[in-house]
């Protein structure tokens, strides 16, 4: 009798970038508080928070996430929100979401665990996948991640993580130089996820 032997994935975590790659925020980025100068909790920028924060609820995921994250789900895979942008505006768009998609809050559970942000992505500073690393208890070599800018896997690989560019949020000059990147990878559809974790 021949023995089974268990398959194990040599990626057991993914982390994914939220605007632009996770959820197509647009929209809502047209309405952001940054850099538009205002003193943070005046009245003007309180009443543009409140505008971001009702355009982020009504940011669509990504056509393919669905299914990529019922895969994680379903495979035990663990995933984690890595963003530039906050927690809170990543929790407003998990919450608002949650009822058509009910996997996200099954494989982002954990604001503080699932949902890593509020720092801004800089060249050179990988703190935000280090954190992420931390929190998720993962080596990075059992690691994936996903974004649709060249920092994201700029800052991924400098801490040991494979990267991909997802090219379905880049902006066109973005997408130019990923396309050029000799390093990383670029897929066109969330659902591409699936096969690289098989």
């Known amino acids: 009798m021949t023995k089974q032997t268990t398959i194990i994935p040599s990626f057991t975590t993914v982390l994914i970038d939220f605007d632009g790659t996770l959820f197509d925020t647009t929209v809502a980025d047209r309405f952001s508080v940054r850099g538009k100068g205002?003193?943070?909790?005046?009245?003007?920028?309180?009443?543009?928070?409140?505008?971001?924060?009702?355009?982020?609820?009504?940011?669509?995921?990504?056509?393919?996430?669905?299914?990529?994250?019922?895969?994680?789900?379903?495979?035990?895979?663990?995933?984690?929100?890595?963003?530039?942008?906050?927690?809170?505006?990543?929790?407003?768009?998990?919450?608002?979401?949650?009822?058509?998609?009910?996997?996200?809050?099954?494989?982002?559970?954990?604001?503080?665990?699932?949902?890593?942000?509020?720092?801004?992505?800089?060249?050179?500073?990988?703190?935000?996948?280090?954190?992420?690393?931390?929190?998720?208890?993962?080596?990075?070599?059992?690691?994936?991640?996903f974004g649709n800018q060249m920092i994201d896997a700029k800052l991924a690989s400098m801490v040991g993580i494979k990267a991909y560019h997802c090219l379905w949020g880049a902006r066109d000059e973005e997408k130019e130089l990923m396309l050029a990147d000799p390093d990383h990878e670029c897929i066109t559809s969330p659902l591409q996820i699936i096969d690289l974790l098989r």
């Open 38 to 145: 205002l003193r943070r909790f005046s009245p003007e920028w309180s009443k543009a928070r409140s505008l971001y924060l009702e355009k982020i609820r009504q940011s669509p995921l990504y056509d393919g996430w669905e299914q990529a994250l019922e895969f994680f789900k379903a495979n035990n895979i663990q995933a984690a929100i890595v963003s530039g942008n906050n927690v809170q505006v990543q929790n407003v768009a998990i919450k608002a979401k949650a009822e058509k998609y009910p996997v996200l809050k099954d494989v982002f559970p954990k604001p503080k665990v699932n949902r890593i942000g509020g720092t801004i992505k800089s060249e050179g500073d990988p703190s935000l996948f280090l954190h992420a690393l931390k929190q998720l208890n993962v080596a990075p070599e059992y690691t994936i991640a």
